[in-house]
């Protein structure tokens, strides 16, 4: 089943609205997903990731606005006529049936001849490597088995779009790993444009061409997994892609100040209320003041208190208290370092580089 046997279009959604009774679930999403591009919902439960998701697919309520797959609207058409792949967080496999007949069953149901049918099923079992399981059935399979199952029944029937959601949430944590490159490099050899739906942002960051973050059925923005993390535009982007410290203050004269008496120079076009936000690993800790003259022209210089620590493995993540302000600090751990005792007085250094200003 090459690239080249596989049809693939891209997505258009133009204020998309979409209410459960009184309730509106989606606000006014505006969205294009490029042909053969692997691309993400990323947002809490409840936010509309999966909601949108199912829009696209024919599920649910009629919405607002307009969907477009390729040149085709397809508001109003049943699921059935979309031609759009959707893998389900349960996978939906039919117990009773072998691997070969789940995987058949779509087309068997558009009445596709059975000599095309047995070549199409053998070529999905091979491209998730499971044709040697074609002839058990769904229960004697492990989890991340019968998530390749539910993908290989999903593209045997050449969709346009394949959609996931949330397909990983039922494997361990070092299944879920290798899952998510195994779909991944499923997507890369079909080329096929496929939109997966997660509330785990390291799942998005390493799976995603681009993701589009959701809160309370709004996007809130759209870019690069770096982008997002890089350059949020606002505070609820900040700290749902990973951990991020965010200070409340405001901005005038060039300062910026903080009803607790934390005051940095600062260089912006923003003034006002603002959110400071800064990246833990970008939050360096010396138990001595550093000595270099030319330091504070790149970095600010900040006294603090060790509040707490924790051992994370690899690094130890360290709060600080910062004039009644706790600033987390990621720190690397090698074997035999020393963990930081609470109560120590620390020095903070802070590259006024890595600090984000942001107005909402």
Same mark, same amino acid.
């Given at each position: 089943m090459s690239q080249n046997n596989l049809p693939t279009s891209g997505i258009s959604i133009k204020n998309l609205g979409l209410s459960f009774g009184t309730t509106e679930v989606l606000k006014g999403v505006n969205l294009e997903i490029k042909a053969g591009e692997m691309f993400s919902f990323l947002g809490p439960s409840g936010s509309g990731k999966s909601?949108? *998701? =199912?829009?696209?697919?024919?599920?649910?309520p009629e919405p607002t606005g307009d969907i477009? &797959?390729?040149?085709?609207?397809? #508001?109003?058409?049943?699921?059935? /006529?979309?031609?759009?792949?959707?893998?389900?967080?349960?996978?939906?496999?039919?117990?009773?049936? $072998?691997i070969r007949k789940n995987v058949a069953f779509g087309l068997e149901e558009r009445?596709?001849?059975?000599?095309?049918? %047995?070549?199409?099923? %053998?070529?999905? #079992?091979? !491209?998730?490597? #499971?044709?040697? *399981?074609?002839?058990?059935?769904?229960? /004697? *399979?492990?989890?991340?088995?019968? /998530?390749?199952?539910? *993908?290989?029944?999903?593209?045997?029937?050449?969709?346009?779009?394949?959609?996931?959601d949330e397909p990983l949430s039922n494997l361990?944590?070092? !299944?879920?790993?290798q899952m998510r490159r195994d779909i991944l490099a499923l997507q890369r050899r079909l080329g096929l444009t496929t939109i997966f739906v997660t509330h785990d942002q390291e799942e998005?960051? $390493?799976?995603?061409?681009?993701?589009?973050?959701?809160?309370?059925?709004?996007?809130?923005?759209?870019g690069t997994p770096v982008e997002l993390y890089d350059q949020p535009?606002?505070?609820?982007?900040?700290?749902?892609?990973? +951990?991020?410290?965010? &200070?409340?203050?405001?901005?005038?004269?060039?300062?910026?100040? $903080?009803?607790?008496?934390?005051?940095?120079?600062? +260089?912006?076009?923003? +003034?006002?209320?603002?959110?400071?936000?800064? =990246?833990?690993q970008s939050v360096a800790i010396y138990p001595e003041k550093p000595s270099n003259k030319n330091a504070?022209?790149?970095?600010?210089?900040?006294?603090?208190?060790?509040?707490?620590?924790?051992? !994370?493995?690899? $690094?130890? =993540?360290?709060?600080?208290n910062l004039l009644g302000h706790s600033l987390l600090s990621d720190e690397s751990h090698k074997r035999g370092s020393?963990?930081? /005792?609470?109560?120590?007085?620390?020095?903070?250094?802070?590259p006024k580089d890595q600090i984000l200003l942001l107005n909402n």
């Open positions: 909601t949108l *998701l =199912r829009a696209i697919a024919g599920f649910g477009k &797959i390729g040149d085709e609207s397809v #508001l109003g058409l049943p699921a059935w /006529q979309r031609n759009v792949g959707m893998v389900f967080q349960s996978y939906a496999l039919w117990p009773h049936m $072998t009445k596709v001849a059975k000599a095309e049918i %047995d070549e199409r099923v %053998d070529e999905a #079992l091979d !491209l998730v490597g #499971l044709k040697d *399981l074609a002839d058990r059935s769904p229960g /004697q *399979l492990s989890g991340g088995q019968q /998530q390749r199952i539910a *993908l290989a029944r999903t593209v045997v029937v050449k969709p346009r779009v394949l959609l996931l361990d944590a070092n !299944l879920r790993v998005a960051n $390493t799976i995603s061409d681009r993701m589009a973050v959701l809160e309370s059925g709004i996007i809130q923005q759209i535009e606002n505070r609820f982007v900040a700290s749902f892609l990973g +951990t991020a410290n965010i &200070i409340k203050g405001k901005i005038n004269n060039g300062e910026f100040s $903080t009803e607790k008496g934390l005051k940095l120079a600062v +260089t912006s076009r923003i +003034t006002g209320s603002v959110n400071l936000v800064l =990246r833990p504070s022209d790149f970095h600010y210089i900040l006294e603090g208190k060790i509040e707490y620590s924790e051992f !994370l493995g690899e $690094t130890v =993540r360290y709060s600080i020393k963990i930081l /005792q609470n109560g120590q007085s620390v020095f903070l250094v802070i």
